[in-house]
């Protein structure tokens, strides 16, 4: 375990009121220490509720936070890993549908994409829809088209506001 500390965020999208304390269990196993959530309801699917943590931890622990959660049944999620001292960041994206899927970002967010990726892209034979696909799975662009509703109906969801001090 690396001795950098990173920080990053869990953002719950959706689950169900019986998933909700897992999920909140399996975190605090995760960073070693309680996590209490937030919960309120997700208007993007009726029945279900958000909710997000931010984390502090040692390098790799938005993988790991990830990994724990992946393949829950009802249950979408994002987590991000901000970049530290000689790693990129992450972010991780699942939905019960797609499954996990993980992109590498850089310290302006955006979303880096390895160039073997872009070499499989091209060498599609000059078939443009083939290249397309190909570019649209290695941005994830299916977990983003099912996420932005959940994440669009969570911008009305508490805020709590960080200052810098010093």
């Known amino acids: 375990m690396s001795g950098v500390i990173t920080r990053g965020v869990l953002f719950v999208h959706s689950t169900t009121l019986a ?5 909140e269990w399996t975190a605090a196993n995760v960073l070693g220490r309680p996590v209490s959530m937030d919960w309120t309801d997700q208007p993007a699917a009726p029945g279900t509720l958000r909710a997000e943590h931010s984390w502090q931890g040692p390098q790799g622990t938005g993988a ?15 987590v991000t890993e901000e970049p530290s001292f000689g790693v ?28 073997d ?3 499989a892209a091209l060498d599609c034979g000059g078939d443009l829809i083939a290249m397309s696909r190909s570019l649209d799975l290695a941005l994830g662009q299916a977990w983003d088209d099912e996420l932005e509703p959940f994440r669009y109906a969570g911008a009305g969801a508490p805020v709590r506001w960080l200052h810098q001090v010093g």
């Open 19 to 23: 998933v909700s304390p897992h999920v």
């Open 64 to 78: 790991r936070l990830a990994s724990a959660l992946r393949g829950w049944a009802h249950l979408r999620y994002e």
């Open 88 to 115: 990129d960041g992450g972010r991780w994206s699942h939905t019960p549908s797609l499954g996990i899927f993980h992109a590498v970002i850089d310290v302006h967010g955006n979303t880096m994409v390895p160039e």
């Open 117 to 119: 990726r872009i070499r």
